[in-house]
C-alpha cells in the first residue's frame, strides 16, 4: 500500500508541475504546429505521398515527434530534483525505488498524453476546416490514436528517466538527448515513407522504436501502413518492457 500511495503522490506531484509550466505547454504545442503548417504545408503545395497531400501524411509523425521530444526531456527533472534534494526526501519515505520510476514514469506519460490530445483536437479542427485537406478525426481514431502514444510515451519518458539517472547537470543531459533525440526522429519515417528506403538505411529504420509507433498511427488516422496495426503494437510493448526494465534497474544503482 506504501508504495501504491508513492506512485500516485509522484505522479500527482509530476502533474501538477505540469500544469504550472505554461510556458512548457504552449512551446510544446507551437513546435509541432510549425512544422506542420509551415514546413508540411510548403511541401505539400507541391508533392504527396501514396496519394496523400503531404501536410496530412506527416500529421501521425509530428504527433509522434511531440511525443519524443517532451518525454524524454521530461527525464532533466531528475537531475534537477538530484540538486535540490528532492530525490533523498522522497527516499526518506518507506517506498522503493521502483515506485519511484514508475511513478515518474506515469507522470511524464500524463504530461505527453495531455499535449498529444491537444494537438489531435487541433487535428479534428484543422482537418474539417480544409486547412489540412484530406485529414479526417473522428472519436475512434483519436482514442485508439491515445493508446499507441500512450505506449511510446512510457517508452521515452523510460529513456529520459534513464539517462538523468546518470547525468549530474541539465547540459549534459541537453548534450546526450540531443544526440539521440534527432536520429531517433529522422530515421523513423515521420517525414517520409519507408516503402522505398535505399538498403543501407533500412535496418536503421526498423530498429528504431519510433518508426512503430508512426506506422501505426498513420494506419489508424490515414489508413495506410507498412506493417500491420498488430505488429507495430507489439514492438511497441516488447521495447517498452525491455526499456522499463532497464530503468527500475537503472534507478537502483543511480547515486543520490
Not at 502533474?15 to 504545408?41: D, N, Q
Not at 480544409?130 to 510515451?153: A, D, E, R, V, Y
Request: without cysteine; proline residues 4%.
Amino acid at each position: 500500500m506504501n508504495n501504491i500511495n508513492g506512485i500516485l503522490a509522484i505522479w500527482y506531484r509530476e502533474y501538477k508541475v505540469f500544469l504550472r509550466e505554461r510556458s512548457r505547454v504552449i512551446s510544446s504545442i507551437i513546435s509541432p504546429l510549425l512544422w506542420l503548417l509551415i514546413f508540411g504545408g510548403g511541401l505539400g503545395s507541391s508533392i504527396s505521398v501514396s496519394g496523400i497531400n503531404y501536410q496530412t501524411f506527416i500529421f501521425p509523425g509530428i504527433l509522434a515527434q511531440s511525443v519524443l521530444f517532451s518525454s524524454v526531456f521530461f527525464g532533466v527533472y531528475i537531475v534537477w530534483d538530484r540538486k535540490i534534494d528532492f530525490l533523498k526526501e522522497v527516499l526518506v519515505a518507506p517506498i522503493s525505488r521502483t515506485s519511484m520510476f514508475i511513478g515518474k514514469v506515469i507522470g511524464g506519460a500524463t504530461d505527453s498524453l495531455i499535449q498529444s490530445l491537444i494537438l489531435l483536437l487541433l487535428g479534428l479542427v484543422l482537418g474539417s476546416t480544409k486547412i489540412i485537406p484530406g485529414l479526417h478525426l473522428n472519436f475512434f481514431s483519436i482514442s485508439i490514436s491515445l493508446i499507441i502514444l500512450l505506449i511510446t510515451t512510457s517508452f521515452f519518458v523510460s529513456v529520459g528517466l534513464i539517462i538523468g539517472s546518470r547525468m549530474e547537470s541539465p547540459e549534459g543531459f541537453q548534450l546526450i538527448s540531443s544526440f539521440l533525440l534527432f536520429p531517433v526522429f529522422f530515421l523513423s519515417g515521420a517525414l517520409f515513407s519507408i516503402d522505398k528506403l535505399p538498403g543501407w538505411l533500412a535496418p536503421f529504420t526498423f530498429i528504431d522504436p519510433l518508426t512503430y509507433a508512426v506506422d501505426a498511427l498513420r494506419k489508424v488516422i490515414l489508413g495506410v501502413s507498412h506493417f500491420p496495426l498488430f505488429f507495430d503494437g507489439g514492438m511497441l510493448l516488447v521495447f517498452t518492457i525491455v526499456i522499463i526494465t532497464a530503468g527500475i534497474y537503472a534507478f537502483e544503482k543511480m547515486k543520490i
